[in-house]
């Protein structure tokens, strides 16, 4: 079965630029998630979607990042503007059933890796 | 508010030995506890998923224990490879929250 896909696979932008990533998730996951990972250390989510609603974006900075998953399948994420401390990985990651789930283990894209100058 | 923490941060052992990572976390009350592998410039790839009911879990020349009443998970690796060199992240889904919490890793290097 094909893995979750990202693009691009890296992005270099300037300061206050706009810039979007995509992802696609394995075929009939239901959850999608973006995360956050900056230079050592862990992933940080920030968004999460139960088919193309939105169960929690607390930690998504709602004046510069926003996300959609509008037909349920793929997601975007977008960063405007952008700034220096937004430099980081951003990884996307699916899973089968419901977000709730005991035991709902979540697979990987490759990520994207955004540099601001 | 559930935080993981990963020791050491950085590891360096000859091929062959066998060797042990750390993860410990402060709500005991979770629902899994996941080891990832992520190698550098890529994604993470999922290696250990173990449930809240179970005491280990194993792959291979992996083992992962889990230990909940004291916070604590170790990833257990038998007869280290320089293929093993990765950075290796352990990951919690608390019981009061759907997401996972994740640590910020051990970056291992297996010298041949």
């Known amino acids: 079965e094909a893995g979750v896909a990202q693009s691009p696979r890296y992005k270099i932008i300037e300061k206050r630029q706009s810039v979007a990533f995509w992802c696609n998730p394995i075929?009939?996951?239901?959850?999608l998630y973006w995360y956050q990972q900056i230079l050592g250390q862990g992933p940080k989510l920030l968004i999460q979607?139960?088919?193309?609603?939105?169960?929690?974006d607390s930690q998504l900075p709602k004046d510069r990042f926003s996300a959609e998953r509008l037909k349920g399948v793929d997601s975007t994420l977008k960063i405007q503007p952008a700034k220096l401390e937004d430099s980081a990985v951003y990884l996307c990651?699916?899973?089968?059933?419901?977000?709730?789930?005991?035991?709902?283990?979540?697979?990987f894209g490759p990520g994207t890796r955004l540099t601001v100058l | 508010k559930q935080e993981v923490t990963q020791i050491p941060a950085a590891l360096s052992v000859p091929e062959g030995e066998n060797l042990v990572l750390n993860c410990s976390f402060t709500d005991s009350a979770i629902y899994n506890l996941q080891w990832f592998r992520q190698d550098p410039g890529k994604g993470l790839t999922s290696l250990l998923l173990i449930q809240s009911s179970q005491r280990e879990q194993t792959s291979g020349r992996l083992n992962a224990s889990l230990d909940k009443s004291s916070g604590r998970s170790t990833l257990y690796i038998a007869a280290s490879q320089p293929g093993d060199s990765a950075t290796y992240l352990c990951a919690v889904r608390p019981g009061s929250a759907r997401q996972l919490t994740f640590g910020s890793g051990t970056q291992l290097t297996v010298l041949p």
């Open positions: 990651a699916s899973s089968h059933g419901l977000a709730g789930g005991h035991n709902n283990e979540q697979f």
């Open positions: 979607f139960q088919n193309n609603g939105v169960v929690d």
């Open positions: 075929s009939g996951h239901a959850t």
